[in-house]
């Protein structure tokens, strides 16, 4: 006798994987990564295209290296974490009549979409974010504008989610795993957490200094010239110093020119100071320039006010900067002009760059020309 092949019903799934208090735990933790990364994002978002009523500090000079440090790590903390999950719930797609009576129609199908929506929004995340940790950009949209975007799209299904699950959820965790019936629950969620640990120690290189051993992320924390790594390099960016390189001054009442030699002789700071790339790796060197302040009133020019940096590099998203007066004000923002006792190599933006304390590693803008007070 032929038997026809019959399609599973969740209930013949009976792995201590697929269990509500095993998914619930799970979810639990996914959530407190999620928020994380969803909080940081945002800030860091924020930090760089900062809203009238928002304003960051430039103290401690670690904190942007410490919440983006945060973001991605919390990412990649979420890739096994959702991975477990997924490997947890997968028998529910087998729940049949797939939508339920028309009494819990609209809530049942909400349900549904907003997991079908939180699932493909949580993997578009973590698959670009951990291209731009590695750099490599194989699509045609602009990584931030569209990582944002996603982000508050998986934050919305996210909570739909849990508000439709939340008895359900209040149930499961209340469940002790310790004493229950099935064996091997726990090992699974030791092993989930096990493997989420791996991963954070494997990145966490890229921003924890003494991690940089135990990591195979690390490859940009101790390379470059100077000890500092690069992102974009001079011949990258087509710069080229003209013989004749002055720094200009602008303000609203009139403009100064500096050239070097101007710059080497007004009184230098050396700070040391990170510099925290957005994708997550960050280095700290000892810079030393001209405090940002000091040098507008060197100028004759207002020092509590907003300044747009411009670079020599023509084009290119990166070439200029804003520094918010909170910035401006703080004298360990500096106009380098050397890292580490060394004139800046052409990579780390000779003549002279910006490096301010707190700030993301894109504003740091490299081979200064022109610093604008705005109104
Ligand atoms: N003009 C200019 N400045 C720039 C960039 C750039 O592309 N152009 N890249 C920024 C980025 S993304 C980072 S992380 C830092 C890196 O500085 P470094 O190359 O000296 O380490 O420079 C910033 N300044
Ligand atoms: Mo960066």
Known sequence: MIRRPSIPRPEDFTGPAHSAPVAARLGL?????????????LL???????????GWPSRPVNLYRITQGVHVLSGIAAIPLLLAKLWSVYPRLFARPPLRRPGRLVGHGLERVSILVLVCAAFFELVTGVFNVAQAYPWRFFFPAAHHAVGWLAAGALLVHVGVKLPLIRTALAT?????????????????AGS???????????????????????WRSATGPQGVPVNRTASAAGIAVPADWRLEVVWAGGRRGFELADLAVLPQRTGRLPIA?????????????????DLLAAAGAPTDRPVRVGSLEEA???????LPALHVADPLTLL???????????????PCRIIAPSRPGVLQTK?????EVLD
């Open 336 to 350: 380098a002009l050397r890292v580490n006792g060394e004139v800046l190599h052409p990579d780390h933006g000779f």
């Open 29 to 41: 933790w996914l959530g407190v990564a999620f928020g994380l990364c969803f909080l940081t994002g």
């Open 196 to 218: 989420t640990g791996v991963a954070v120690l494997g990145a966490a290189g890229v921003t924890v200094p003494w991690l940089r051993h135990v990591s195979a992320l690390s």
């Open 367 to 371: 081979w200064v020309t022109r610093l």
């Open 316 to 322: 290119g998203l990166y070439s200029r900067s804003v």
């Open 277 to 293: 790339c957005v994708e997550g790796w960050s280095a700290t060197a000892d810079w030393t320039g001209v405090p940002v302040a």
């Open 44 to 54: 860091s978002h924020a930090i760089q295209h900062p809203p009238g009523w928002f």
């Open 176 to 192: 002790r795993i310790g004493r229950d019936p099935v064996p091997g629950r726990r090992a699974f969620l030791r092993t989930a």
